[in-house]
Every structure is written in C-alpha cells, then in structure tokens.
C-alpha cells in the first residue's frame, strides 16, 4: 500500500519561505515510471499543480510558480521536499502530494494534504 504524508508548518509569515515534506511509504521514489507531484488548492479556488520531481532526481515547475518554487528529494529518508519562496497571502491552500504515474498521465495516491495559512 503506497502512502504519502505531507508534514510542515501550518502557519507562515509573508514573505517568508514555506517548505514542506512528503514522505513517502509503499514505493520508493527513485522508482522508474511514477513522478512526485506536488498540488495546492487554495480555498474556494480549483486544484493547481506547482511542479514535480522525477525518478531521475530531474525538478521541473509550473511557469506561473518557477521563480519562486524548488523541489527536492531526500532519497535516504524517501521524501521528497517543496519549498515556495517570498509567500504572500495568496499562497494560502491546502498542499498536497501525490504520485503520478507515468504511462497514464494520471496521480494514484495522494497525500491528505495540509492547510498551510499565510499571515502576519
């Protein structure tokens, strides 16, 4: 049974960095064929993908969100890492991550997901 737990604060400061962690159990995340997504829905909005990581350890991100996104794995502890720079109040949503599969351009297992609330 594959499942991913995002972990990190609930609360961060504008401006600031927001970093959070998806740890990943079931499956390992060097595995061929399945790319480590990570999605934010923020409240009253629809689902927006932010960027993604590969089996190859190779990132790539939505244009909109590029500059201020980077992700990254921990492979020891099969986790892998989105930080968001310069966060403003409009990064305010619940974050998800997932595990796309990619034969069918389609996520099978998502994390719960996490509220993360920007405000001073």
């Given at each position: 049974q594959v499942q991913l737990q995002e972990s990190g604060p609930g609360l961060v400061k504008p401006s600031q960095t927001l970093s959070l962690t998806c740890t990943v159990s079931g499956a390992s995340i060097t595995a061929?064929?399945?790319?480590?997504?990570?999605?934010?829905?923020?409240?009253?909005?629809?689902?927006?993908?932010?960027?993604?990581?590969?089996?190859?350890?190779?990132?790539?991100?939505?244009?909109?969100?590029?500059?201020?996104?980077?992700?990254?794995?921990?492979?020891?502890?099969?986790?892998?890492?989105?930080?968001?720079?310069s966060v403003t109040p409009e990064d305010t949503a619940v974050y998800y991550c997932a595990r796309r599969v990619d034969a069918i351009h389609a996520n099978d297992y998502w994390g719960q997901g996490i509220q993360v609330t920007v405000s001073s």
């Open positions: 061929n064929g399945y790319i480590w997504t990570w999605i934010r829905q923020p409240p009253g909005k629809g689902l927006e993908w932010m960027g993604a990581i590969r089996a190859s350890g190779y990132s790539y991100y939505s244009p909109s969100l590029k500059s201020r996104t980077s992700i990254s794995r921990d492979t020891s502890k099969n986790q892998f890492t989105l930080q968001l720079s």
